[in-house]
């Protein structure tokens, strides 16, 4: 390898639940990432996360900022426990990428923006449901302008969780850990996509709920309407109270097609009669096991966020792109509690 070829360096802070697939996209990766350290406050599972990715163990989350050889930082943490990792990161110049969502609240997700932007460090949040092939195929047809004018949209996320295993365990669906229920932990993936080809949302009107199927804080059903800012409208259901649960599923009808995104499948339906098919469907951890979907989603937005530093641009999903799915929660959660239109 040349010094021009040379490795990015890594720096892995939280090794939970939601570090297996960065786990086995950064193994995929290791020709161009070199995961300098693992930190993570608990010694026994950070040693039996280690051992099963091969990856090194940091001593403290201190020796891995004073690495000179790590550019970046991957922060896995609940999103409660943030603020702090990424104001240590800024200080040492160290890039940030850092699982959805920013943080529990918009303010604090702000905040956190404002960090990264007033320390010059790049900040890119996982949304990997962009990176899927059909994601990118229909982000490039949209940019081409071939499908003409966004007239409606309609998204569905009927998922399930389980209160055994899942909700039961502590800080799951609370307000202090998690910030909020489907829309924030699951849902968000789908919004953020939807916003990434349809542009902003411009008022909800919505109706919230914590169904019978759960014991929790926060909502595990949101349906609502939206008023997008380009004169499109659409409607939503966002549920992980839907056994067994189902892919997600994002129509887009446009002036010349309609587009069906159904987990990592594109279907475009040309008003002139034509269809085409675009990847194929997989599990997008809709089920029980908030784990089983591929990991090459993964892989291809952290080599997405290495050759933005690489090349001094901005990633495909940023602390800034993010604030926009953050603003749209808040409105449809505000417009449930309310029962009121409510502009972005």
Not at 116 to 121: A, F, I
Not at 129 to 136: E, P, W
Not at 227 to 255: C, D, I, K, R, Y
Not at 291 to 313: G, K, Y
Request: aromatic residues 6%.
């Amino acid at each position: 390898m040349t010094d021009e070829q040379a490795w990015f360096g890594l720096g892995v802070v939280g090794a939970g639940m939601g570090a297996k697939p960065h786990a086995l996209a950064l193994n995929a990766l290791r020709d161009l990432v070199d995961v300098r350290g693992v930190w993570r406050r608990n010694r026994e599972e950070l040693e039996r996360f280690c051992t099963q990715y091969d990856f090194p163990m940091a001593a403290s989350y201190e020796a891995l900022l004073a690495d000179p050889a790590i550019e970046a930082i991957l922060v896995l943490t609940p999103p409660n426990a943030r603020e702090d990792i990424v104001a240590a990161a800024v200080k040492s110049g160290k890039h940030v990428l850092m699982e959805k969502p920013v943080e529990r609240s918009t303010a604090a997700a702000e905040r956190i923006v404002q960090l990264c932007d007033e320390g010059g460090v790049k900040l890119g949040i996982i949304f990997q449901h962009r990176f899927r092939a059909a994601s990118l195929a229909l982000a490039d047809t949209v940019r081409g302008g071939g499908l003409g004018r966004l007239c409606a949209a309609h998204l569905v996320v009927p998922w399930w969780r389980p209160q055994q295993g899942y909700y039961d365990k502590p800080g799951r669906g609370t307000f202090a850990q998690d910030g909020g229920g489907v829309l924030i932990t699951q849902a968000i993936h789908s919004l953020d996509l939807m916003l990434s080809l349809t542009g902003p949302v411009k008022a909800v009107t919505a109706l919230s709920a914590t169904t019978a199927l759960h014991e929790m804080e926060a909502e595990d059903f949101v349906a609502g309407g939206l008023e997008f800012a380009n004169g499109a409208v659409g409607a939503l259901m966002a549920s992980t109270a839907n056994f067994p649960g189902a892919a997600e599923s994002l129509t887009l009808n446009f002036e010349q097609a309609s587009a069906v995104l159904t987990g990592g499948s594109l279907t475009l339906h040309w008003m002139d009669g034509r269809n085409e098919i675009v990847g194929e469907a997989s599990n997008s951890g809709g089920g029980a096991n908030p784990m089983a979907f591929p990991f090459d989603w993964h892989q291809a937005q952290i080599e997405d966020f290495v050759a933005a530093i690489r090349e001094d641009r901005q990633p495909r999903s940023t602390g800034h792109t993010a604030l926009n799915v953050h603003r749209l929660i808040d409105a449809l959660v505000r417009s449930g509690r309310e029962g009121r239109r409510v502009e972005v």
